[in-house]
């Protein structure tokens, strides 16, 4: 199986994000979603796969990281079928408001986006203390009426800014600061995301 993610990869070393469904090696496993991009600062190209199950009755995402070994290939050294909320959290074709939109690399950093009704928020994960450990949670919605808040919380510092506006007149509310100190960092192969306080229902 290894070998067949090799060759897909080999395929698209010129795209940094490719994120379109398309067949995966298993039949009943969907390719949502490719990233490119170096993890580990070792200058060599890791990738990540989004793959959802077909046959799954809640169609769960699992996301995969492969680290490049410098004498050629790829090893597995993380994989996930809970840091992704699943396209039917409640089974037999019942959604939410929440729907995953794609997973990035940026200078290192996984950034898991997954969009609302009325904004989105994002997940991010950084290779450390020899694990992916939760660093930064963003978010953005609206009411729908009249206000919109973003939250901003970096888990590395303990700051989170919440800032609420009025998008009709684009004039903040409210801006607060505080911190929250997790310890340990939740591990991206343990996290579930809008099920504790470093979500958007803080």
Known sequence: MLKKYIAIFSLCMFYKNICNAQESVNKNLLLVCKTIGDLNKDNLQDFITVEKDTTDEFKRYTLKVFFAIKSGGYNLVAASNSVIQPQYPDGNGHTTDTFFDTVTIEKGIIIISTELIRGGYQHKFRYQNNKFELIGFH???????RFTEERDFNLS???MVVVVKNFETDKIVSNKKSKIYINPLPSLQTFTPLSSKYDYKF
């Open 157 to 159: 510092t303990g700051v």
């Open 139 to 145: 978010s953005a919605n609206s009411d729908g009426h």
